[in-house]
């Protein structure tokens, strides 16, 4: 790497000079994971690995995934643009659908790639990956050196999964949890495979607690029964954590902890009701308890610990403000969803402002989409109908692009999070203004949706 072939050739001519150093970047991601589920957000489950990360950086309140469901929220963390711009509509089922990231993209991993950082991805991806029948790109086409990873879920479930793909090749059975699994993954890769001279991107993105769940007998009876659903779900949380611990004590063996900026989010709310606190719905749907979920920064020596963040904030952020965080440029020429978040994250004086609102967009949700501009929400239905089914079908990308939506409703989030009280006709004046910068996000949005029915 640049660093590596640099300092021997300054050390032979006698020259010292010190280059300025890249902090680490981590980003760990919880699936299906709620607003209310871990321990620092009010949860039943015990996380100390997590609450301690919280507490040694900055926890936003009101933070939010990139959809309500796995494949397009991820699409937006990595790119910073609203999914469908990214061709991702809904979650992927490859062997049904040509949908995939577009390779065309360009990704958090590419920019730090660019940067000199080297770059892995472990996990689950559920961005596209090629099959029998369809080429697809990989996680090395979108900027990753080493990729461990899954289509979409853990199977047959978290326990002993044997659907593991390293760089290409199957891996087969494994034995033990999908967490831990991953986790091992990522110290064997800091250990083995990664230039020590060089600054790495890891992008950790767990299964749990995703189903098909599992976790360890011992863990679930903290909880419950070990046939209770809700006592194996929290157990499969317990046991991410404690994989997250042996992570994070890792990074702290590799470099001291000022060097190392972790991001800890979840890609959309729980599919389980009790886990979203008092919001409204859950995953699968554009109400708050589908879409809100935890958001952490841990930055030792820049991000101030203990900071506790109300300004609405979400996945769609984090490549500008990766960016932002780093003092790197953001891709040049392309249209970013997300904004810089690094003003409030280093409490500098410049004012945090957010240049387009939050939008979110699912086909099958109800209210279909969802706009989040200062304390409002603006929601709405479809005024059109697609066939039965939840699997995305895209032969619906024609309808979808030039549907239109009806029933608008207005809610303050500030002080009405469960959104129970519409106040569309209370205030038509906000509503209108909303109205129109939904609909005007919207038309760029499905200007630019790949038209996947076409191929």
């Not at 620092?40 to 489950?45: A, N, S």
């Not at 609203?82 to 979650?91: A, E, P």
């Not at 109400?287 to 958001?295: A, E, K, M, S, T």
């Not at 960016?323 to 020429?333: D, N, Q, V």
């Amino acid at each position: 790497m640049l660093r590596s072939a640099i300092l021997p050739l300054l050390t032979a001519l006698g020259l010292t000079v010190n280059l300025p150093a890249k902090p680490n970047v981590v980003v760990i991601l919880a699936d299906d994971l709620g607003w209310s589920d871990i321990g620092c957000y009010g949860g039943p489950v015990k996380t100390p690995n997590l609450d301690r990360l919280a507490t040694g950086g900055a926890r936003f309140t009101q933070f939010y995934s990139g959809c309500a469901v796995c494949s397009p929220s991820r699409a937006s963390l990595l790119t910073g643009r609203h999914h469908i711009r990214t061709g991702v509509y809904s979650w992927i089922h490859d062997e049904s659908q040509q949908s995939h990231l577009l390779e065309r993209e360009i990704t958090l991993a590419e920019v730090l790639k660019e940067n000199g950082y080297e770059t892995a991805h472990l996990g689950k991806w559920h961005l596209g990956l090629p099959t029998g029948k369809r080429e697809k790109p990989t996680p090395a086409d979108h900027g990753f050196d080493y990729w461990f990873a899954t289509w979409n879920n853990a199977e047959p479930s978290h326990r002993n999964p044997r659907n593991f793909i390293r760089n290409g090749k199957p891996v087969g059975e494994l034995e033990g949890y999908s967490c831990h699994l991953v986790v091992d993954e990522a110290i064997n890769w800091l250990d083995e495979h990664r230039d020590p001279e060089s600054p790495f991107f890891l992008n950790v993105w767990f299964h749990e607690p995703h189903a098909p769940i599992a976790a360890p007998d011992d863990l679930v009876l903290d909880y419950g029964d070990l046939r209770d659903g809700a006592a194996i779900y929290s157990g499969t949380i317990d046991n991410t954590d404690r994989a997250i611990g042996r992570l994070i004590a890792k990074l702290n063996e590799v470099a001291p902890v000022e060097e190392t900026l972790i991001i800890y989010v979840s890609d959309n709310g729980s599919y389980r009701y009790d886990r979203v606190s008092n919001l409204r719905g859950k995953k699968g749907t554009n109400w708050d308890g589908g879409i809100r979920v935890p958001g952490i920064f841990a930055w030792p020596g820049r991000v101030k610990a203990g900071s506790v963040i109300h300004e609405p904030a979400g996945i769609i952020d984090l490549l500008p403000t990766v960016c932002g965080l780093l003092e790197l440029a953001c891709p040049h020429g392309v249209h970013l969803d997300g904004s810089d978040l690094a003003p409030l994250l280093l409490q500098e004086e410049a004012e945090f402002k957010r240049h387009q609102p939050m939008f979110w967009h699912l086909h099958k949700s109800r209210p279909i989409v969802a706009m989040r501009d200062g304390d409002f929400s603006l929601v709405a239905y479809p005024d059109y109908e697609l066939s039965t089914g939840n699997l995305f079908q895209e032969a619906w990308i024609p309808l979808i692009k030039q549907g239109g939506y009806r029933d608008f409703e207005l809610y303050n989030l500030e002080i009405d999070p469960g959104q129970k009280t519409d106040l569309a006709g209370d205030k038509p004046e906000l509503f209108d203004q909303l109205k129109k910068k939904l609909l005007e996000i919207n038309a760029s949005i499905m200007a630019d949706g790949e038209n996947w029915h076409l191929k």
